[in-house]
């Protein structure tokens, strides 16, 4: 099955080493899939360098999740389980810690980064 819902999005959050955020279909942060799943992460899961997790705002149940998702640029973002889990860049590390350092103090990029593909793989 292939969707495409992520090629031609852009990363509209960088907080360096922290993580950079994409999967906004607007671009602005505001924007998503018009629904909302809920699937909640095991509580023994860690935001290390590289892991994936989708993007939700505070005042949301842990584990909901709509586009957005966060890829993290740190060690260890040390985030509380609240956060459902993608899974983990296997190709392309460097590419991401070099997105990791295009953020301003607003955690706004400082330049366009746009997704051209992306590709989930379940095994």
Sequence with gaps: ????FFDRTVFHRIVVGFVIQGGDPTAS??????????EKPPA??????????????????????????????????????????????VSGLPVVERIGKLGNANEQPTTVVEIQKATLHVG
């Design 1 to 4: 099955m292939q969707h495409e």
């Design 29 to 38: 942060g505001a924007g998503g899939p018009g629904y909302t799943v809920v």
């Design 44 to 89: 023994s899961v860690q935001y290390t360098l590289g892991v994936a997790a989708m993007a939700k705002s505070q005042d949301q149940p842990p584990g909901a999740s709509g586009s957005q998702f966060f890829v993290v640029t740190a060690q260890n973002a040390g985030l509380p389980p609240d956060y459902a889990l993608l899974g983990k860049v």
